[in-house]
């Protein structure tokens, strides 16, 4: 755990919300709720929440900072029986995820099923509009490439950074469910998925050993939703992908499992 430093070190950060006004969400009614029944995305330049004024800076003291490290423990004060079964443990109440984001989806049991269509249109679009994207995962991750979950954090200096990589140790150990971090002297990118994943059988007599297959499931969702809550504030990487040209349905996110030469990798 990274030692605070015992001063106050102001950090600048572009932010739609100041860090310690995470509390406040969740007395805040106006959080979203998307309507199951949207067709069309909205394009990232049409944002539900008011958006601070160009220039917006707030100061985040240490003590705020503290808050992130806070909330992140008291996301994993669990018990540990639920874990070995392979669910998340108990926590009295999940963290409120930012603007923008429906409710933390369940966490099913492991292996998962990967993500409907009705469930990508409810909780993975949501995601493309806070710069996450779907790209194949480095073979080397595990015995066969997968499409995941991929965002890029960045952070104004290293104080933050450290902090925010603390949560997401924090968050892996309370949801029992695991990610790749590769991180540069201010930023991170998370890539995650699912190895214990259970793709739709082929066939309704097809018995379940043989559907297990690495992929894209309301886990990953989670994983994403508790980190847009932790970073939540934070400013948002520039990408040249647009949620447009992220997949929306389960046969085009299966489309992204193997790399193709003229992908886009943003990360
Ligand atoms: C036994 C243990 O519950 C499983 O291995 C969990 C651990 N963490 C995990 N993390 C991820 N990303 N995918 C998994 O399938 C997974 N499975």
């Known amino acids: 755990m990274l030692a605070l430093p015992s001063r106050t070190s102001n950090v ?7 860090i310690a006004g995470l509390a406040s969400l969740r007395s805040s009614s106006s959080f979203c709720q998307l309507p199951r029944t949207r067709r069309t995305l909205p394009t ?16 985040t003291t240490t003590n705020a900072l503290r808050n992130i490290i806070e909330r992140a423990r008291t996301m994993s004060t669990e018990t540990r029986t639920r874990k070995n079964a392979g669910g998340t443990s108990d926590s009295a109440e999940p963290p409120v995820p930012p ?21 990508i249109m409810t909780y ?3 995601l493309y509009l806070k710069s996450w994207t779907v790209q194949a995962s480095n073979p080397g991750q595990s015995k066969n490439p997968a499409p995941e979950l991929v965002k890029r954090f960045e952070f104004s200096s290293q104080p933050p950074l450290h902090l925010f990589l603390n949560a997401v140790n924090e968050i892996e150990s309370k949801e029992n469910h695991h990610c790749i971090q590769e991180t540069s002297t201010t930023a991170v990118t998370i890539r995650v998925h699912t190895h214990s994943g259970l ?7 097809e018995p379940r050993k043989g559907r297990i297959s690495p992929g894209i499931t309301l886990r990953d969702i989670r994983f994403a939703y508790l980190l847009e809550a932790v970073a939540d504030g934070q400013k948002e990487p520039r990408l040249d992908v647009t949620p447009e040209e992220q997949p929306h349905t389960a046969k085009a ?10 992908e886009k990798v943003v990360g």
């Open 99 to 119: 603007p923008g984001l429906p409710d933390l989806p369940p966490a099913p049991s492991y292996p998962c099923p990967f993500l409907t269509d009705e469930e």
């Open 44 to 59: 990232a330049s049409t944002p539900k929440w008011p958006l601070p004024a160009p220039g917006h800076h707030i100061t």
């Open 253 to 262: 996110v299966e489309a992204r499992r193997q790399k193709t030469s003229q």
């Open 12 to 18: 600048y950060v572009r932010s739609y919300r100041s």
């Open 199 to 205: 793709r739709p059988a082929s066939h309704p007599e």
């Open 124 to 126: 993975l679009d949501p």
